[in-house]
C-alpha cells in the first residue's frame, strides 16, 4: 500500500509537469490545428536557460528560492522569444500550405533546436547544482510509509497555479476572448476586428512560457537536462493532450495527469505482473535465469516510456476525440 | 537544354545515360584519392537515397505520414545482426537473412497498418512516431531476462556480405589492383539503388500505383481522397510493400558498420541513421 501511495505521489508530480507542457501543445492546435512537434524542444531550452542561471548564481549566497524564480523569470522570456520566432519564421508563411508541410516544418524546427542547444550547452548530461535542500515528510506515522519532498509539492503547487492563471486568461480576460474567437473560426474573428497574428503570436508565446516553467520544473525534479531531453517529453505531453481531447483546456490536465499516472504505476508495477519466474517449475531454460536474476522479469521499469506510446495509440484507435474531446475530430 | 530535347533526343538521351554512367562508375576511384572516408560518406549517401525512396512510397505515392520509418530500418538492421554475427552464434547468408528481413518488416507493417491505418494526416504521423519510439526503447532494453538485443551495446562483428565467393569486408586483389572493401560496397549499394530505382517507377506506373496517386493528389483534401472508396486497403498494401524497401538498407546499414570505426554497434547506428530518415522525411517534403 505504502509502495502504491507513493507511486501515486510521484505519478502526480510527474502528470502535473505533463500537464503543463500539454496545456502548450493543445492550445496551440486548438487555433491553428498545427502539431507543434518543437514545443518539448521549448521546455528543454527552459530547462537549459535555468541550468545556466542557477549554476552562475549557486555561489553567490542568495537564498535559494530566489535564485530559481530568477531563473524561471530568465527562462520564459527566452523560450517567448522562441516560440515568437519560430511561429514567425517557420509557421506563419505555411499557414495556407497542406496540413502536412507544417508538421513536418514543425520536425526540423525541433531538430534545429536541439542542435541549437547541443552547440550552446554541450551533448552532456547537465546536472542541476543542489541549491534547494531536499525534504521528505512522511505521509504516514511508520518509517515505510509513503513520502513526499519539497520539491515535489512546489511542483505541484506551482502548477496548479499556472493552470489557474491560464484558465483566467483564457476565461476572463479580453486576450482569451480573442483567441477563443480565433480558434472557433479565424475568419470571422478577423472580420470582428481581432487581429488573428497577434492572436496567434500570443498564443504560441504564452504556450512557450508554460513550456519554460516546465522546463524548470523538470530540470529541478530530475537534477538533471539534456539537450534531447525536449522529445520524449514532448511526445509524451502531445499524448497526453491526445487522450484528454485535443484542443480541450481541461482534456490536457486530466490526460497529463493520467499520463503521468500511467506511467508511474506501470514503472512500479509492470516488473512484478511479467515476473516470469513463477513459470521455473513448469517449463525448462528459466532456472539459470532466474537464479541469477530472481526478479527476471518481461517488462521492467526501464519500459516505462513505452506506457505513454501506448495509450497514445489505444486512444487514437478506439476513441479519436479523446476523453473530454467534444467534437469528434474529422481529422481522425 | 531542357528536359524535353533530352527525352525527345534519344541520342542525347543515351549518352547523357552514359556520361552518368561512367561518372558514377569513376566517382569512388576519385574519391578514394582524397580518402577512403569520402567513400564511405558516398556509400552513406546512396543508402538516405535507398531510405528515401523506401520512404516515397510510403509518403510519396500513398501520401501517409509515415514518421515510424525508423522502426522498419531498425528491424532489419537487427534481422541481419541477430542473423550473421558471433551474437547467437549465426552465419547465414546474406541472400537468405533478405526475404527474412523483408518477412519480419512486412509482419511489423502489419503489426503498424491495422491499427492505425484509419487514422490519416497528423494523427498518423504521431502515431507512427509513437510506434517508433516503441520499438526504439524495446530494442534498447531486449537485453534482461533473456539477452536479445544486447541492449545499449548493441551488436558488434557482424558478418560482412559474401556474395558469389566475393567478401565484401576486405580488399580484393584483381591482377595489380587493389579494390578495397569500401569501394566494393560503394558498387553494390550503386547496384542495389539502381533496382530500386526502377521497381520504383514500375510501382509508379503500375496500375495499383496510379490509383494510389489518385487518392493522393486528393490528399491534400484527405477527406475526398477517402471518398475514393478503397483507400484504406490500398494504403495497407501500401504499407506493407514499402516496407520491404526500408529494411534492406537496415541490413546494408549494419554491414556498412562492420568496418567502420567500432563505435558501439547495430543499434546506436540504427538509432543515429534512423535519426538521418527523420531528417530525410524533412528533406524529401521541402
Same mark, same amino acid.
Given at each position: 500500500?505504502? /509502495?502504491?501511495?507513493?507511486?501515486?505521489?510521484?505519478?502526480?508530480?510527474?502528470?502535473?509537469?505533463?500537464?503543463?507542457?500539454?496545456?502548450?501543445?493543445?492550445?496551440?492546435?486548438?487555433?491553428?490545428?498545427?502539431? &507543434?512537434?518543437?514545443?518539448?524542444?521549448?521546455?528543454?531550452?527552459?530547462?537549459?536557460? %535555468?541550468?545556466?542561471?542557477?549554476?552562475?548564481?549557486?555561489?553567490?549566497?542568495?537564498?535559494?528560492?530566489?535564485?530559481?524564480?530568477?531563473?524561471?523569470?530568465?527562462?520564459?522570456?527566452?523560450?517567448?522569444?522562441?516560440?515568437?520566432?519560430?511561429?514567425?519564421?517557420?509557421?506563419?508563411?505555411?499557414?495556407?500550405?497542406?496540413?502536412?508541410?507544417?508538421?513536418?516544418?514543425?520536425?526540423?524546427?525541433?531538430?534545429?533546436?536541439?542542435?541549437?542547444?547541443?552547440?550552446?550547452?554541450?551533448?552532456?548530461?547537465?546536472?542541476?547544482?543542489?541549491?534547494?535542500?531536499?525534504?521528505?515528510?512522511?505521509?504516514?506515522?511508520?518509517?515505510?510509509?509513503? /513520502?513526499?519532498?519539497?520539491?515535489?509539492?512546489?511542483?505541484?503547487?506551482?502548477?496548479?497555479?499556472?493552470?489557474?492563471?491560464?484558465?483566467?486568461?483564457?476565461?476572463?480576460?479580453?486576450?482569451? +476572448?480573442?483567441?477563443?474567437?480565433?480558434?472557433?473560426?479565424?475568419?470571422?474573428?478577423?472580420?470582428?476586428?481581432?487581429?488573428?497574428?497577434?492572436?496567434?503570436?500570443?498564443?504560441?508565446?504564452?504556450?512557450?512560457?508554460?513550456?519554460?516553467?516546465?522546463?524548470?520544473?523538470? $530540470?529541478?525534479?530530475?537534477?538533471?537536462?539534456?539537450?534531447?531531453?525536449?522529445?520524449?517529453?514532448?511526445?509524451?505531453?502531445?499524448?497526453?493532450?491526445?487522450?484528454? $481531447?485535443?484542443? &480541450?483546456?481541461?482534456?490536457?490536465?486530466?490526460?497529463?495527469?493520467?499520463?503521468?499516472?500511467?506511467?508511474?504505476? $506501470?514503472?512500479?508495477?509492470?516488473?512484478?505482473?511479467?515476473?516470469?519466474?513463477?513459470?521455473?517449475?513448469?517449463?525448462?531454460?528459466?532456472?539459470?535465469?532466474?537464479?541469477?536474476?530472481?526478479?527476471?522479469?518481461?517488462?521492467?521499469?526501464?519500459?516505462?516510456?513505452?506506457?505513454?506510446?501506448?495509450?497514445?495509440?489505444?486512444?487514437?484507435?478506439?476513441?479519436?476525440?479523446?476523453?473530454?474531446?467534444?467534437?469528434?475530430?474529422?481529422?481522425? | 537544354? &531542357?528536359?524535353?530535347?533530352?527525352?525527345?533526343?534519344?541520342?542525347?538521351?543515351?549518352?547523357?545515360?552514359?556520361?552518368?554512367?561512367?561518372?558514377? +562508375?569513376?566517382?569512388?576511384?576519385?574519391?578514394?584519392? %582524397?580518402?577512403?572516408?569520402?567513400?564511405?560518406?558516398?556509400?552513406?549517401?546512396?543508402?538516405?537515397?535507398?531510405?528515401?525512396?523506401?520512404?516515397?512510397?510510403?509518403?510519396?505515392?500513398?501520401?501517409?505520414?509515415?514518421?515510424?520509418? +525508423?522502426?522498419?530500418?531498425?528491424?532489419?538492421?537487427?534481422?541481419?545482426?541477430?542473423?550473421?554475427?558471433?551474437?547467437?552464434?549465426?552465419?547465414?547468408?546474406?541472400?537468405?537473412?533478405?526475404?527474412?528481413?523483408?518477412?519480419?518488416?512486412?509482419?511489423?507493417?502489419?503489426?503498424?497498418?491495422?491499427? /492505425?491505418?484509419?487514422?490519416?494526416?497528423?494523427?498518423?504521423?504521431?502515431?507512427?512516431?509513437?510506434?517508433?519510439?516503441?520499438?526504439? +526503447?524495446?530494442? &534498447?532494453?531486449?537485453?534482461?531476462?533473456?539477452?536479445?538485443?544486447?541492449?545499449?551495446?548493441?551488436?558488434?562483428?557482424?558478418?560482412?556480405?559474401?556474395?558469389?565467393?566475393?567478401?565484401?569486408?576486405?580488399?580484393?586483389?584483381?591482377?595489380?589492383?587493389?579494390?578495397?572493401? /569500401?569501394?566494393?560496397?560503394?558498387?553494390?549499394?550503386?547496384?542495389?539503388?539502381?533496382?530500386?530505382?526502377?521497381?520504383?517507377?514500375?510501382?509508379?506506373?503500375?496500375?495499383?500505383?496510379?490509383?494510389?496517386?489518385?487518392?493522393?493528389?486528393?490528399?491534400?483534401?484527405?477527406?475526398?481522397?477517402?471518398?475514393?472508396? !478503397?483507400?484504406? !486497403?490500398?494504403?495497407?498494401?501500401?504499407?506493407?510493400?514499402?516496407?520491404?524497401?526500408?529494411?534492406?538498407?537496415?541490413?546494408?546499414?549494419?554491414?556498412?558498420?562492420?568496418?567502420?570505426? $567500432?563505435?558501439?554497434?547495430? !543499434?546506436?547506428?540504427?538509432?543515429?541513421?534512423? !535519426?538521418?530518415?527523420?531528417?530525410?522525411?524533412?528533406?524529401?517534403?521541402?
Amino acid at each position: 500500500m505504502d /509502495t502504491f501511495i507513493q507511486q501515486l505521489i510521484n505519478g502526480l508530480t510527474l502528470g502535473c509537469v505533463y500537464a503543463v507542457v500539454a496545456l502548450g501543445y493543445t492550445m496551440v492546435y486548438g487555433i491553428i490545428q498545427l502539431i &507543434n512537434f518543437a514545443h518539448g524542444e521549448v521546455v528543454m531550452i527552459g530547462a537549459m536557460v %535555468a541550468f545556466s542561471v542557477i549554476t552562475a548564481l549557486a555561489g553567490s549566497g542568495m537564498p535559494p528560492v530566489f535564485i530559481v524564480l530568477l531563473a524561471t523569470l530568465a527562462a520564459i522570456p527566452v523560450c517567448m522569444a522562441v516560440g515568437y520566432t519560430m511561429e514567425r519564421v517557420a509557421y506563419r508563411p505555411l499557414r495556407s500550405a497542406p496540413r502536412l508541410a507544417p508538421l513536418i516544418t514543425a520536425i526540423g524546427i525541433s531538430i534545429i533546436l536541439q542542435h541549437v542547444a547541443l552547440m550552446i550547452w554541450s551533448r552532456n548530461n547537465l546536472s542541476f547544482p543542489q541549491i534547494i535542500q531536499l525534504q521528505s515528510y512522511h505521509l504516514g506515522s511508520s518509517e515505510t510509509s509513503a /513520502t513526499i519532498t519539497n520539491v515535489q509539492i512546489a511542483i505541484m503547487v506551482t502548477s496548479i497555479a499556472m493552470m489557474a492563471a491560464l484558465l483566467a486568461l483564457i476565461y476572463k480576460t479580453r486576450m482569451g +476572448i480573442a483567441m477563443r474567437a480565433t480558434s472557433q473560426n479565424p475568419q470571422v474573428a478577423g472580420l470582428m476586428g481581432i487581429n488573428i497574428n497577434t492572436v496567434i503570436s500570443m498564443t504560441f508565446m504564452i504556450g512557450a512560457s508554460l513550456g519554460a516553467i516546465a522546463g524548470v520544473m523538470v $530540470g529541478s525534479y530530475y537534477g538533471i537536462a539534456n539537450y534531447t531531453m525536449g522529445f520524449l517529453l514532448g511526445l509524451k505531453a502531445f499524448s497526453a493532450a491526445v487522450l484528454g $481531447g485535443i484542443g &480541450n483546456l481541461g482534456g490536457a490536465v486530466l490526460g497529463g495527469l493520467l499520463i503521468g499516472l500511467i506511467e508511474a504505476l $506501470g514503472a512500479g508495477y509492470m516488473g512484478d505482473i511479467t515476473n516470469v519466474c513463477f513459470l521455473n517449475g513448469f517449463l525448462p531454460g528459466f532456472s539459470t535465469m532466474c537464479e541469477t536474476n530472481p526478479n527476471g522479469s518481461l517488462f521492467g521499469s526501464n519500459y516505462k516510456d513505452v506506457y505513454a506510446f501506448i495509450v497514445l495509440i489505444l486512444v487514437l484507435v478506439f476513441r479519436p476525440s479523446g476523453l473530454l474531446g467534444e467534437r469528434v475530430g474529422d481529422r481522425a | 537544354m &531542357n528536359a524535353a530535347t533530352w527525352s525527345s533526343n534519344p541520342r542525347l538521351k543515351w549518352f547523357g545515360i552514359a556520361c552518368v554512367a561512367v561518372a558514377l +562508375i569513376a566517382l569512388p576511384f576519385v574519391l578514394a584519392m %582524397a580518402g577512403t572516408a569520402w567513400v564511405r560518406i558516398t556509400n552513406f549517401a546512396i543508402l538516405f537515397v535507398l531510405l528515401s525512396l523506401g520512404l516515397n512510397i510510403v509518403v510519396g505515392f500513398a501520401g501517409l505520414l509515415d514518421l515510424g520509418y +525508423i522502426a522498419f530500418y531498425a528491424v532489419g538492421a537487427y534481422v541481419y545482426a541477430l542473423l550473421a554475427s558471433p551474437h547467437f552464434g549465426l552465419h547465414l547468408p546474406w541472400w537468405m537473412i533478405l526475404p527474412i528481413g523483408a518477412f519480419i518488416a512486412c509482419v511489423f507493417g502489419i503489426l503498424l497498418g491495422s491499427p /492505425t491505418l484509419k487514422l490519416r494526416g497528423d494523427y498518423l504521423a504521431i502515431v507512427t512516431l509513437g510506434f517508433g519510439e516503441i520499438v526504439r +526503447i524495446f530494442m &534498447n532494453n531486449l537485453s534482461d531476462p533473456i539477452n536479445i538485443t544486447n541492449g545499449p551495446k548493441g551488436i558488434s562483428t557482424i558478418d560482412s556480405i559474401k556474395l558469389a565467393g566475393l567478401d565484401f569486408g576486405g580488399s580484393t586483389r584483381i591482377g595489380d589492383f587493389v579494390l578495397s572493401g /569500401t569501394i566494393k560496397y560503394y558498387f553494390f549499394l550503386l547496384a542495389i539503388m539502381l533496382i530500386v530505382i526502377v521497381i520504383n517507377f514500375r510501382l509508379q506506373n503500375s496500375r495499383r500505383a496510379r490509383r494510389t496517386r489518385n487518392g493522393h493528389q486528393h490528399h491534400s483534401h484527405e477527406t475526398a481522397g477517402v471518398c475514393h472508396g !478503397r483507400i484504406f !486497403r490500398r494504403h495497407r498494401r501500401r504499407h506493407v510493400l514499402g516496407h520491404p524497401g526500408i529494411h534492406q538498407p537496415g541490413e546494408l546499414c549494419t554491414q556498412r558498420k562492420r568496418d567502420g570505426a $567500432g563505435d558501439g554497434g547495430a !543499434r546506436r547506428h540504427g538509432q543515429y541513421l534512423g !535519426r538521418g530518415a527523420r531528417c530525410s522525411i524533412a528533406l524529401f517534403c521541402a
